[in-house]
């Protein structure tokens, strides 16, 4: 089976915690792990953030209990249930969820301090989203914000002229560490125009190489013999690397071809062009930052 939702998890841990005793986070999901019979592939299915799935459900559905007030945790990284959670216990849930939380003051507070919780806004229509936790809701919230961003990104370049977008490549060659200065990488971007080169950029500040570019504003598909061309030229100036950026899509034959020749040739179509250019602070700044904080054991530890 695959990774249980969030609330699956609840009486499962409950359960776990039944015999009173205190335990670790780590044995209760290695209990639940059997009991739910998950296989290896499912224990290592990851959240964006690099963390196990299933483990960041385990911890966020201790985080919602102890909220609750139905589990306690004497010590970082362990639990034992309370008298709440007993009595809990005692009504043979089939199947708890936040809803069931929500009778408790205590978790009530913790959900909604500014008054929303676990809920994102889709054309207007609030959505509550309780089969996630917390992590993979801000995880989800923040690609859709990518995903729009990097959508008008793309339609704002290619609304723009193609001497734009020459200057946008001359931009980013240098946030991607190339060219060295401005100055000396616009003197030779886009002033070339022979033979299938758009462009030519020192690959280091001392000049030690040359990347020779070529750069299509289209939106249709750079076929195979558009590659072929550029690597024509390439062997015309006896260079060794080239980068072709577009801001359309490259056909799986182009990309295949790329990847066969001996030429260093590297392909940048319009979504990794976006990808780099929010990545490197090109055409986008930051309007929020969230900074997500946990406890540093370390403090709290005595010598």
Known sequence: MSVPDFQSVFVPLLKFASDGKEHTIREAREQIAREMELTQEDLAEKISSGQGKF???????????????????????????????????????????????????????????????????????????????????????????????????????????????????????IKLGYGGSREEAGQSVGKVGDGGIDGIIKEDKLGLDMIYLQAKKWDSSVGRPDIQGFVGALHGKRARKGVFITTGTFSKAAIEYANSIETKVILIDGELLVKYMIDYNLGVSTVKTFLIKSIDSDYFTEE
């Open 55 to 173: 483990e960041n459900r385990v911890h966020w559905a201790k985080a919602y209990f102890i909220q609750a007030g139905i589990l306690a945790s004497p010590k970082r990284g362990s639990l034992i249930i309370t008298e709440r959670g007993k009595e809990l216990l005692s009504e043979n849930h089939k199947r708890i969820s936040i809803k069931e939380l929500k009778r408790y003051p205590e978790f009530v507070k913790f959900q909604t301090p500014s008054g929303k919780a676990n809920v994102f806004v889709m054309d207007n229509v609030v959505i509550e989203n309780a089969n996630e936790t917390p992590d993979e809701i801000l995880e989800h919230s923040y690609q859709r914000i990518y995903n729009s961003l990097a959508t008008e990104l793309l339609a704002r370049i290619k609304s723009n002229t193609p001497e734009f977008f020459e200057n946008l490549v001359i931009d980013l060659m």
